[in-house]
């Protein structure tokens, strides 16, 4: 079997005229990005999105493992196998971040034979919106520090300084520093940190806006910190939101792309999903609604993640309503989750299996908790056994659930079809009865308490009183209403990466929290998770050159 680099490299792809004809779109607004990818001009975004929208199915997956799960793979079979059943669909993905691609994790374009294209612009620079959210970011961390060398006029006390700068790279160095040493003209000394471009508000606030007008409000609104009495600082205080929209105007624009068999995908922002809300962006999500009968999209990492703040809240703050949900799950990770190590997996082991398959189990209860059907797509390797996979069949059947073998990375959309088939008749029952977690009105204490409780099985939350009296200060300043952003490892339902299976029972620990005004949510740190990411012991980097011709190797 080629690698998904060789496959990439071998496919035709079709001129980006092409594809945005296949999915309705004029010549005309588009601006493109070279022959095979495009922005869309934002008026027919505007206009498209108006349009009565179609159904959403969310692709999610089991806590990941090593041993690898296919999420955004499966994504782009079940979009390619949708369209080929003669059901008109867009696939809408996040785009890639530096720091995974240079550090471990690699690319984000789908693998084998149900890939976006061009796969290397994607994973790497792309059309430079993540160039534009740091541009942005970082324009607003110095106008903070002029203001203050300027005079300060608005009284920001340099000690509550919340604003962070950022990077789209891993860097453990950046998570702590000190800026303005070197004497009095370098500026007012102060700590200050980093979070990776993806983790930033920036980002949250480029994914959740509505359009241009909205962006720029979510970004004015965006709290820097306050004075010596508490009295908060925004952005629009320190007059930079005009200018970092005005970054931020061509980025705004969604992009378009293709799979390997043709398929409309827009790929467009991309925050993490274990310190951020991990969904692309509602401008992208809205306009395939308006394009598509059905809009195939996913959330990162797990479902105790990426679908919960998918549904908690870019569903709330949007409007949106799924239709179905799609759980990703392998043998292999299920075996892993049952104990046994990735040396082993190719080994027959039923009993693993079904100790592991609680994992998976849980969320597809959880998914039902928001009203959701669900159909769990079992991507299929070669080393899977019969009675390994009729145990996982049969542990979804109990929860009324269809566990469908999916042969997609080495077939394309006809290793989907059954999948397919089964989200398509869910979507025709019309049985999701969608609904969030929580009411806005529950403080937020109790609305981390309930996913903790409700999504992780904790039996309760740890809240320092440092942490608590923000969030009652926040309550007090009229936020209490915001959805609640949990920030928790993504290898387990607990704090603790190495809890596999289905932990219960467990305390889940707050360390910090931290208020996205603009984005419209609050940030629950838990343990030692970090917004600014660091590189492994032997980083993917080190194998990334270039060859003689000038092509690139080692990048995935």
């Not at 541009?135 to 060398?149: G, S």
């Not at 603790?496 to 289905?502: E, M």
């Not at 194998?543 to 092509?551: F, P, T």
Request: charged fraction near 20%; hydrophobic fraction near 45%; aromatic fraction near 4%.
């Amino acid at each position: 079997m080629p690698t998904d680099l060789e496959i990439a490299r071998a496919a035709t792809l079709r001129p980006i005229t092409e594809i945005a004809a296949r999915a309705g779109i004029p010549a005309d607004a588009l601006e493109p990005y070279g022959k095979y990818k495009a922005k869309l001009d934002q008026r027919f975004v505007a206009e498209a999105s108006a349009r009565p929208p179609g159904k959403i199915v969310l692709v999610t997956g089991i806590s990941p493992t090593p041993a690898g799960e296919g999420k955004t793979t499966t994504t782009v079979g079940l979009g390619d196998a949708l369209n080929a059943i003669g059901t008109t669909t867009m696939i809408a993905l996040r785009e890639p971040s530096l720091g995974p691609c240079f550090g471990v994790k690699g690319g984000a374009t789908g693998g084998g034979y149900a890939q976006v294209l061009p796969m290397e612009d994607i994973n790497l620079h792309f059309t430079g919106d993540f160039h534009a959210i740091t541009a942005a970011n970082n324009l607003l961390a110095a106008m903070i520090d002029n203001h203050m060398y300027w005079g300060n006029e608005l009284g920001l006390d340099p000690r509550r300084v919340t604003w962070r700068r950022a990077m789209d790279m891993n860097d453990r160095n950046l998570r702590d520093c000190v800026v303005g040493l070197g004497g009095a003209s370098q500026g007012v000394v102060r700590e200050d940190a980093f979070d990776i471009t993806v983790a930033s508000e920036v980002m949250a606030v480029f994914c959740l806006a509505r359009d241009m007008a909205d962006l720029q409000v979510r970004l004015g609104r965006m709290i820097v910190g306050r004075t010596r009495d508490g009295k908060a600082i925004t952005a629009a205080d320190i007059k930079a939101d005009g200018a970092m929209a005005v970054l931020l105007r061509d980025a705004l624009s969604p992009n378009l792309v293709q799979t390997l068999e043709g398929s409309p995908a827009l790929v467009h922002g991309g925050p993490f999903a274990n310190i951020a809300h991990g969904c692309n962006s509602v401008v992208a999500t809205r306009l395939a609604l308006g394009l598509a009968d059905v809009v195939v999209t996913e959330a990162g990492f797990g479902a105790d993640l990426g679908a919960e703040k998918f549904l908690d809240i870019k569903c709330r703050l949007a409007g949106l309503e799924p239709g179905a949900c799609v759980i990703v799950a392998t043998i292999r990770a299920l075996k892993m989750h049952g104990g046994v190590a990735k040396s082993e997996l190719g080994r027959e082991d039923v009993a693993a299996v079904e100790r592991g398959v609680v994992n998976l189990a849980r969320h597809v209860e959880n998914m039902h908790k928001f009203g959701l059907p669900v159909v769990v797509a079992l991507n299929r390797f070669t080393s899977d056994t019969p009675a390994e996979i009729a145990a996982v069949q049969q542990a979804m059947a109990r929860l009324d659930t269809e566990a469908i073998l999916c042969t997609h990375w080495g077939d394309g959309a006809a290793g989907a079809t059954a999948l397919a088939h089964a989200v398509k008749a869910r979507l025709d029952r019309g049985a999701a009865r969608f609904a969030p977690l929580y009411p806005d009105a529950m403080p937020l204490a109790d609305k981390v308490r309930t996913v903790a409780k409700e999504v992780y099985r904790a039996a309760d939350v740890s809240i320092p009183a440092p942490v608590a009296q923000k969030l009652s200060r926040w309550e007090a300043e009229g936020f209490g209403n915001l959805p609640v952003c949990i920030a928790k490892t993504q290898y387990s339902f607990s704090a603790d990466p190495t809890a596999l299976g289905a932990p219960t029972g467990h305390i889940l620990p707050l360390r910090d929290a931290r208020l996205s005004a603009g984005a419209g949510f609050v940030v629950a740190i838990c343990a030692e998770i970090m917004t600014m990411p660091g590189l492994p012991r032997k980083p993917a980097a080190e194998a990334i050159r270039l060859d003689g011709q000038g092509r690139i190797e080692g990048l995935f």
